[in-house]
C-alpha cells in the first residue's frame, strides 16, 4: 500500500462473492465489478442454476464475451457450481479438472434468492463432499438454516450449531467459506476454526445494521440475506475485517435486482453495491482508524486461501466526493443501488 492522505494505492482487488445474472442485465453491471475487481468469484444461483462444469464453462464464456472491449483482457470470472441433492462425485473430478471452478455453493434448499434447487439435507450429498474434500475443491456456504421455526435474525447462528460445525467434524480436509457473515457468533466461530475456514464480509454489513431496514419507512432496497443485524454485530463485522485476520476477506454479494421486484408486496431480496464496492469498502476502514490494513482484506487474504496469485497491477482511490447515481440500467429495467443519490468519499482513479 503506497499512501498519501489523499490517494490510496494498492494491489487491485477481487471480490470473493457476486452475482452477475446472465443475459443484458449481466452486460449492465459487468462494467461496474471489472473497473475495480481483476477477479471474481461469480455465484451459479441463475434460473435454471448452473449445477455442471459444462454449463459452468458456458457462462463464463457468456461473461467474457460480455465484456466492453476497452475492458476486454482485464477479467477472470472464478465460477462456480450450485450444490444439489444429486451433484455426483464425477461432477467434482470434472469440475476440478476443468480448471475454472473453484468452489461448489452449498445454498439450503429456500434459503434466499433462486435457492429452490438447493440442498435439501446434507447428508445426501455425503459422496461429493468426499471427493471435493480429496481434491481440495472449497465448499462455499450459505450459512442459514431454513426452519420456519428459527427466528430470521437467529438462522446464522443456528446453522453453525446445527449443520456447519457437524459438517466440518464429518470432513476434516474440507475447505471452507462461510460467504457473507453477518453475525458476532460467525466472527468468532472463524477466529477458533481451522485454517481450512475463511469467511467473506460484504460492504453493507460493514456499513448498515438492522435500523436501515426501517429507517423513515420500509427499506426494500435494504433487504438482503442473510438479513442485516443488529449494531453489536455489525460492530463484530468490523472488527473481524480489519483485524489484519487472515481468514477473513472480501466477498460484496453484489446482487442486482429489477427496482419492481424490489420495491413490490414481496420484495426480494439483494443489495447492489458493485458501482462503488471498494470506495465503500475504503470509507469503512477509514472510518476504524484502519487503512493500514485495507489491502490485505481486499487483495491478499482472498487468493492467498484460495491457493491463487495476487494480483501484481495496481488501482487508486482519490479522496472525492461523487455523488452515486439514483438509478443504474440492468438490462431493460433499473435498479437503485447502494446508496442511490448520495455521495461516496472515495474516487476510483
Ligand atoms: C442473493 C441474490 O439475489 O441472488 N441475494 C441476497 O440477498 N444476497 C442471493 C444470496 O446470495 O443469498
Ligand atoms: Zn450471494
Request: proline share 6%; with cysteine; net charge negative.
Amino acid at each position: 500500500m503506497n499512501d498519501t492522505a489523499d490517494k490510496l494505492t494498492f494491489t487491485r482487488p477481487d471480490d470473493w462473492h457476486l452475482h452477475l445474472r446472465d443475459g443484458n442485465a449481466m452486460r449492465s453491471v459487468l462494467p461496474d465489478t471489472v473497473r475495480r475487481f481483476a477477479r471474481a468469484i461469480i455465484m451459479p444461483n441463475l434460473k435454471p442454476p448452473i449445477v455442471t462444469t459444462e454449463q459452468a464453462a458456458a457462462y463464463r464464456a457468456r461473461i467474457l464475451s460480455a465484456l466492453p472491449a476497452e475492458l476486454a483482457g482485464r477479467f477472470e470470472p472464478l465460477m462456480t457450481l450450485y450444490l444439489t441433492d444429486t451433484t455426483s462425485p464425477e461432477e467434482i473430478t470434472r469440475a476440478r479438472a476443468s480448471g475454472i471452478v473453484q468452489g461448489i455453493k452449498l445454498y439450503p434448499a429456500g434459503a434466499t434468492t433462486h435457492s429452490d434447487a438447493g440442498v435439501t439435507d446434507i447428508a445426501r450429498c455425503e459422496a461429493t463432499l468426499e471427493k471435493m474434500e480429496e481434491l481440495d475443491m472449497p465448499l462455499l456456504v450459505h450459512g442459514e438454516v431454513v426452519d420456519p421455526a428459527v427466528d430470521v435474525f437467529d438462522r446464522e447462528k443456528i446453522f453453525i450449531d446445527r449443520v456447519l460445525t457437524p459438517l466440518l467434524q464429518r470432513f476434516p480436509g474440507l475447505r471452507v467459506v462461510f460467504e457473507h457473515i453477518t453475525t458476532r457468533e460467525a466472527v468468532e466461530f472463524v477466529q477458533t476454526a481451522p485454517n481450512r475456514i475463511a469467511a467473506t464480509i460484504t460492504a453493507h454489513h460493514l456499513m448498515l445494521n438492522r435500523n436501515a431496514l426501517f429507517t423513515g419507512g420500509l427499506q426494500p432496497h435494504h433487504y438482503c440475506l442473510p438479513v442485516l443485524k443488529r449494531e453489536m454485530h455489525r460492530q463484530a463485522l468490523l472488527e473481524a475485517a480489519t483485524s489484519g485476520h487472515s481468514r477473513f476477506f472480501l466477498g460484496t454479494d453484489s446482487a442486482p435486482h429489477p427496482v419492481r421486484d424490489k420495491e413490490s408486496a414481496c420484495g426480494c431480496a439483494g443489495i447492489y453495491s458493485a458501482h462503488a464496492a471498494i470506495e465503500f469498502y475504503a470509507e469503512v476502514f477509514e472510518q476504524a482508524g484502519r487503512l493500514d490494513r485495507l489491502e490485505a482484506f481486499t487483495s491478499f487474504h482472498g487468493p492467498d486461501f484460495y491457493g491463487l496469485p495476487r494480483n501484481t497491477d495496481r488501482i487508486s482511490l482519490i479522496r472525492e466526493s461523487w455523488q452515486i447515481p439514483e438509478q443504474v440500467e440492468l438490462g431493460e429495467e433499473k435498479l437503485i443501488p447502494l446508496r442511490a443519490g448520495e455521495h461516496a468519499r472515495w474516487k476510483l482513479a
